[in-house]
T-cell receptor, first 114, second 114 residues
Framework: EAGVTQSPRYAVLQEGQAVSFWCDPI?????LYWYQQPRDQGPQLLVY????????NSQLPSDRFSAVRPKGTNSTLKIQSAKQGDTATYLC????????????FGPGTRLLVL | GDSVTQTEGPVTVSESESLIINCTYS????????LFWYVRYPGEGLQLLLK?????QKGSSRGFEATYNKETTSFHLQKASVQESDSAVYYC???????????FGKGTHLHVLP
């Protein structure tokens, strides 16, 4: 069984630039999560989906961040006008129906905003 | 609020020594929290090490053990004899199945000396 895949693995931006992160969850997993993990911190939930629906995006900075999962499979997280404070690793995770709190993580995308 | 506090690292031990990484939690909005230890080995993604969903029960994996203590709100990770291959970052986490929510601690870097 293939794991959660993410791309790109690394990104370096200047402040004000935009960037998109892509996630392919484990096949059949209905729930998909995006986390932000600053250096020396634990992962912090940004948004999660059940199928194509957003369940909770209350921690997503909505003025610059957006996330979609149009067909209930792959997902894209986008940052418009990145700031230095967005420097972090962005993790995608998925979980199967009925095991929502057992999450399978991708390798992450390390973002550096200069 | 809901939170997890764990031993601040880095923690350095020699091979074959015993290990304990402390974890305490606060679950003010979660009636029946599930408790987890996740691990990230060098160059790999975050992965579940062990999970316990019932207070008083013990979970174990790869020689590690943790007991869910509701009275002391603790979930300490222990191993009797560590190996160099256990060098990794360990995250204690608190989950709410009903809300699809997992809250992570900041992580503890473990270095095992040969």
């Amino acid at each position: 069984e293939a794991g959660v895949t993410q791309s790109p693995r690394y990104a370096v931006l200047q402040e004000g630039q935009a960037v998109s992160f892509w996630c392919d969850p484990i096949s059949g997993h209905d729930t998909l999560y995006w986390y932000q993990q600053p250096r020396d911190q634990g992962p912090q939930l940004l948004v999660y989906f059940r199928d194509e629906a957003v369940i909770d995006n209350s921690q997503l900075p909505s003025d610059r961040f957006s996330a979609v999962r149009p067909k209930g499979t792959n997902s894209t997280l986008k940052i418009q006008s990145a700031k230095q404070g967005d420097t972090a690793t962005y993790l995608c995770a998925s979980s199967p129906l009925g095991q929502q709190d057992t999450q399978y993580f991708g390798p992450g995308t390390r973002l550096l905003v200069l | 609020g809901d939170s997890v506090t764990q031993t601040e690292g880095p923690v350095t031990v020699s091979e074959s020594e015993s290990l304990i990484i402390n974890c305490t939690y606060s679950a003010t909005s979660i009636a029946y929290p599930n408790l987890f230890w996740y691990v990230r080995y060098p160059g790999e993604g975050l992965q579940l090490l062990l999970k316990v969903i019932t207070a008083g029960q013990k979970g174990s994996s790869r020689g590690f053990e943790a007991t869910y203590n509701k009275e002391t709100t603790s979930f300490h990770l222990q191993k009797a004899s560590v190996q160099e291959s256990d060098s990794a970052v360990y995250y204690c986490a608190l989950g709410d199945t009903n809300a699809y929510k997992v809250i992570f601690g900041k992580g503890t870097h473990l270095h095992v000396l040969p």
